[in-house]
C-alpha cells in the first residue's frame, strides 16, 4: 500500500487508542522529551501533531516513528499492518450470513407501516433472522458512533437535546457507511436486507455503477435490543428538516430501548418516546433505583413490550412519564387499564410534567426536577399521593404565578434566575423585562438597540433570519455590543469572524451555515469579493459555485458546490454610508455616542473593578436567556394587521425597509409566544405586538429616512447645539478640541457634510485653518415627531378599529 493512502485512512485517534494513550482538551505529554505539563497537542481532524515546547511535529507516521523510537521504514510498515488489522475489523461489517429463521415478531409489530424515504414500507415483507442480523447490525451501530463524533451538526443537535453521548448509546448515520474500504458485496446485500439501503434502480452518472438511496439519511440513532441484548434494530431521529418524517425504524422493527428490563425489576418507568427515556435513562438516581421502557408513540406499546414486563415476577409499580398533552394523557389511561387487568397487584401511577414532555422539561429545568417529580407521581387508581404533601404540579405553578404578580418590575428581574422559563416568558412585560435582564448581562445602556439587536439576532430560529450593521466611530463600543449579544446565544451555534477571505463562504460544507448565528467584528476589513458573497447569502441563503477538484485518478474536474445558509449576523462598521448593498439587506443601528452613555459606562466600569458587580449574576443572567433561546419553539406568524401598516414616504429603499418592519413584528410576536394564540400551527400577532415592535424598530426607521448615517447625525447635531445659529462660523480646531475627535474622524465628517451639502467653506486658508458654516439647518427632531406621530396614529387606529370590529380574521393559516 501506498504511503499516501496509509496516511489517507489510518487516524491518528486509532493510532492513540493502539499505545493506550487518552489526550485531555487534546493535549498529551511530550515522549520526546521530560515534559511535566502536557505541551503536545493533537487535530485528531487534520491527523497531526505539535509539541509546543520542543517544535516536534507530524502526520500518523511520523508519529509512530516517534513514539516507538524506530526508522522511517519500520514506521510504514507498523502503520500498515495498524491498518491491515482496523480493515479486518470492518470487512466483518459485510460478512453476516444471514441464513436462519424467521425473527418472532409480534402480531401488531408486523401490521405496523412505517415511514421510509420515498414512501411506507410493511414491516412483515423481508424475512430476516434476528440472531444472524445482530452482528451486522452491532457492527454497524459501532460506524455509527464513530461518525458521531466526526459530525458537527450531529453533535450539536444531541447537545441541543440535553443528550450526553459519553453516557448515553446514541450514533449518527452519515450515509457514508456503505462507502471507501468498507465498501462490500457482502456489506450492500446485507444493508439492503435490513432496510438500511433500498434499491431503486439509481445508477451513478460518474462511474456508471449502481447507487442506492439511504435509510434515515443524517439521522441520529438508538439501537433497539432483544432479550439477550444483541442490537436486532434502529429508531433513527433526523436532525434536519426531512419532507419524509422525523422518525424513522427499520423494517421489522423489533427489540427493545434501551433494552430488556432487570429480572429484579420493581419500578418500571414507561416513557412516550425514545428521546424521553434516553434524557431519564442519563440520571444516575433514576438509573440506579428504576428500570425504563420506551414505547414507540402513544400507540407504540408492542406485544413483546408487553411480554417482558409479564415477565417481571417482583414488579411493584408501573409509573407513565407521558407527553404533557391530549394524546398522551389518553395513552396513560388506556394503558393502564390494561395493565390493571393483566396484573391487579402492581401499583400504577403517573408523573404530571411541568412542560410538553420529559426532554423540553430536561432542557427548562436542571435533572433534579425529575427527583421531585417522581417523589409527587400520583397513583391513577388511588387518591393516594406518593409525596407526604398531597399539592399538584399545577398548584405550585398556580402560586408562583400569583407571587409573581405581586412582585414589582425590579423584583421580577432581580428574582428571574429563580423563576422558570415558562413563568418568564409568560410575563404581559417581557419585552422590557427581558432588556433589563440582558442589561444585567452586562450591556449598559442603549435599551432599544440592544433590544432590537436581540429580537434580530434570534431570528435564526426561523426560516427568514435578519441582518443588522451597527455603525460607530472607532472606540465608540460597537464591537462590544455584538459580541455581548452574541454571548446570549447557546455558544455552539456562534461562529464569530474577525475576517472574512474572498472565498471563505463558499468552502463551508452544505449545512454548515444553516441555524447558525454569524459575528462580523469588523466589516471594514472585507474586501468587496468577500462583501459580494456575503451579501447573496444573506438575500438568497444560499451560495452555488462551480469548482475544480481532482478524481482519484487524479485528473481533474468540475462539480456544482452548494453552500446553504440559514443564519442571521452582526457586522460591526465605522463607515456604514460605504457599505450601500448591505445596508440595504440589514437593519442599520447606530451606537449611542453621547456624552450620557459614556458617563454610564465609566461608571459601570467603576463599580466593575470596584468589586460592586456581581459576575456570578452576570453569568447566570447570560446562562438564563441562553436556555430561553434554546427552548423557543419554531412557528410561522400571521400578522393580520399586515395590509393596514405603512411607512412614511420618505423612508429610503421604502420596500426593502417595510419587508423589515413587518419582520421585527414577526420577531416581537415569537418572543411572546407563550402568551399568543395558535391557529393551524401558526401564532397570531396581536396589537401589542405592532407596538412593540415600532417602539424598538423606531430608531432603525429614522436613520433609513435620514440620509446622515447613525455617527454623522450624532456629530451633526451636536454641531448645531454647539454653534446655535447659522450665521456663526467655525474652524475644525477648535470643534476637534471640543469633542475632543481625532483629526482622522473629524475630517472625515466634514468631507461627507461637505459633500452632501450641509456645510460650506466660507473662507479662511490651509496654514490658519479652513472656517466653514452650516449652509443646512434641518429640524432633525421636528422629523422624529412626525414619524412617530404617524406610526402611533395607524397603531391607534388599528386599536379603534378592532374595538368596533374585533379582530381581522384567520382562515386555514392566511388572512383574509
Known sequence: MEISAIKECLSLSEVLQHYNLQPKNNMLKCFMHDDKTASLQV????????????????????????????????????????????RGTAENLGQTDFSGKKSALSSETQSQNIDIEGGTGNLGQTKISTEKSALFLENTFSYFRKALYCSNPAKQYVEKRNLDN??????????????????????INNALEVGLLQDKGLINNRTGEKGYSIFAN?????????????????????????????????????????????????????????????????????????SLISCFGTNGFTEEMTVAVSQLKQLEEIIFCFDNDKAGKEAVKKYAENFRVMNPEVQLSNVELPNKDVNETLQLHDEEIFTKLLEERKFIFSDENVSNTIISTQTIQNTEIEEIVKTTKEEIVKNSKILNLIDFLQQKELLQNLNKLIEKSGIIGEENSRLLLFLIIISYLNKNPLHALVQGSSGSGKTHIISRIADLMPPEDVLRFTRITESSLYNWGEFDLFGKVIIIEDLDGLKEEALYSLREFISNQVLRSSVSIKDKKGNNKSIHKVVKGQFSSLSATTKGETYEDNMSRSFLLAVDESKEQTQRIIHYQNRRNAGEIDRNEQEKAIGFIQKLVRNLKHYEVINPYATKLQLPEKVHKIRRLNEMYQAVIKQVTFINQYQREVKNDFLITQIEDVEQATEVLFESIVLKVDE?????????????????????????????????????????????????????????????????????????????????????????????????????????????
Open 43 to 86: 487535530n485528531l481532524e487534520k491527523n497531526f501533531y505539535k509539541c509546543h515546547a520542543c517544535g516536534k511535529t507530524g502526520d500518523v507516521i511520523q508519529f509512530i516513528e516517534d513514539y516507538e523510537k524506530i526508522s522511517k521504514h519500520e514506521a510504514i510498515k507498523k502503520a500498515g499492518s495498524f491498518l491491515k488489522n482496523i
Open 218 to 290: 443524517k439521522c441520529i440513532a438508538f439501537p433497539l435490543k432483544n432479550k439477550e441484548n444483541e442490537i436486532v434494530s434502529f429508531y433513527f431521529r433526523a436532525i434536519v428538516e426531512n419532507k419524509n418524517g422525523k422518525h424513522f425504524y427499520l423494517k421489522n422493527r423489533s427489540g427493545i430501548y434501551p433494552g430488556y428490563p432487570k429480572k429484579d425489576t420493581k419500578k418500571l418507568i414507561l416513557t412516550e418516546a425514545i428521546i424521553d427515556c434516553a434524557s431519564l435513562l442519563q440520571i444516575k438516581e433514576i438509573q440506579d433505583n428504576y
Open 708 to 816: 446622515l448615517d447613525g455617527s454623522l447625525r450624532q456629530f451633526f447635531e451636536k454641531l448645531k447645539k454647539f454653534i446655535k445659529t447659522a450665521e456663526k462660523d467655525f474652524i475644525q480646531r477648535e470643534i476637534r478640541q471640543e469633542f475632543n475627535l481625532s483629526k482622522t474622524q473629524l475630517q472625515r465628517y466634514i468631507n461627507t457634510l461637505l459633500e452632501l451639502e450641509y456645510i460650506k467653506q466660507v473662507g479662511g486658508y490651509n496654514n490658519t485653518g479652513i472656517r466653514y458654516k452650516v449652509s443646512y439647518w434641518d429640524n432633525y427632531q421636528k422629523l422624529r415627531v412626525e414619524i412617530k406621530e404617524y406610526l402611533l396614529k395607524q397603531i391607534k387606529e388599528l386599536k379603534t378599529e378592532k374595538n368596533k370590529f374585533g379582530s381581522p380574521r384567520i382562515a386555514n393559516g392566511s388572512q383574509e
Open 166 to 187: 459519553s453516557i448515553l448509546e446514541i450514533g449518527y448515520n452519515s450515509g457514508q457507511f456503505h462507502h471507501g474500504e468498507r465498501k462490500s458485496e457482502e456489506l
